[in-house]
């Protein structure tokens, strides 16, 4: 009898360890993905009248930048991703005005963003998210100018929301792949020494990126 009942307390806790779910027991809370990332601004900008520039005629070239993201899992579901990079390099072009087309110049921007993530899959290999949250964004050493006439200033700060969905295929152990996508809302007040305000840009950049990720 006694056997009988060991017996019996044995399957019903392996037949427990085999029912529940492993994946988050064996994946820790902790995810750090690196990604390659394409920016890809949305170039649209108020018209300057003064200089006969109309309206979206404000580019800031698009670029692919290197991106570090770090996640914490608070559940199998939700997690808090940090997404961090070096300071960014820019270019400015005005395809447009009363002197032609013109390169204005460049100025450098740090976006760190935080997004709030759900994730639909956590147990299976392919998991898909959904996340949104807030962005960041200092501007500085913008040199910008229309040539020959006044030098231009962009705002230092920005502070704007951020859209994300993407997906992550585990691959091993602890390895997965990303595909990632975010739309990232940056903008800025154009200035001009004496006139003040005269313009202002949303660099508003949809950003898709692809990398790996460590779960641990």
Same mark, same amino acid.
């Given at each position: 009898m006694? +056997?009988?009942?060991?017996?019996?307390?044995a399957?019903a806790?392996?037949?427990t360890?085999?029912?529940? !779910?492993v994946?988050f027991? #064996?994946?820790?809370?902790w995810m750090v +993905?690196?990604r390659?990332?394409n $920016?890809?601004?949305?170039?649209k900008?108020?018209?300057? !009248?003064?200089l006969?520039v !109309?309206?979206?005629? /404000?580019?800031?070239?698009?670029k692919?930048i290197?991106?570090v993201d770090i996640? @914490?899992?608070f #559940?199998k579901?939700i997690?808090?991703?940090l997404?961090?990079?070096?300071?960014?390099?820019?270019?400015v072009?005005?395809t447009?005005?009363?002197?032609?087309?013109f390169k204005?110049?460049?100025?450098?921007?740090l !976006?760190p963003?935080l997004t709030?993530? @759900?994730?639909f899959?956590?147990?299976?290999q392919?998991?898909p998210y959904?996340?949104a949250?807030? &962005?960041y964004?200092r501007?500085? &050493? %913008? %040199?910008l100018?229309?040539p020959?006439?006044t030098?231009?200033?962009?705002? &230092? %700060?920005?502070?704007?929301?951020?859209?994300?969905?993407g997906?992550?295929v585990?691959?091993?152990k602890s $390895?997965?792949?990303?595909?990632d996508?975010?739309?990232? @809302? /940056?903008r800025s %007040?154009?200035a001009?020494p004496?006139?003040?305000?005269?313009s202002?840009?949303k660099?508003d950049p $949809?950003a898709?990126g692809?990398g790996?990720?460590?779960?641990?």
């Amino acid at each position: 009898m006694k +056997r009988s009942m060991k017996r019996l307390l044995a399957l019903a806790v392996a037949s427990t360890a085999l029912s529940a !779910p492993v994946a988050f027991a #064996t994946d820790g809370p902790w995810m750090v +993905r690196v990604r390659a990332v394409n $920016l890809d601004t949305a170039n649209k900008s108020g018209a300057i !009248p003064l200089l006969a520039v !109309p309206a979206d005629a /404000i580019h800031v070239s698009s670029k692919t930048i290197p991106e570090v993201d770090i996640s @914490y899992f608070f #559940t199998k579901n939700i997690a808090a991703e940090l997404i961090l990079t070096v300071p960014q390099k820019h270019g400015v072009k005005v395809t447009q005005s009363a002197i032609g087309a013109f390169k204005a110049g460049s100025f450098r921007h740090l !976006p760190p963003t935080l997004t709030l993530q @759900y994730h639909f899959l956590p147990n299976s290999q392919f998991r898909p998210y959904i996340g949104a949250g807030i &962005n960041y964004t200092r501007i500085t &050493n %913008d %040199d910008l100018a229309v040539p020959g006439i006044t030098k231009l200033h962009l705002e &230092n %700060d920005s502070w704007g929301g951020a859209l994300q969905a993407g997906f992550d295929v585990k691959l091993g152990k602890s $390895l997965f792949l990303n595909l990632d996508v975010k739309k990232i @809302y /940056i903008r800025s %007040d154009v200035a001009a020494p004496g006139l003040g305000k005269i313009s202002h840009v949303k660099v508003d950049p $949809l950003a898709v990126g692809i990398g790996l990720g460590w779960r641990f």
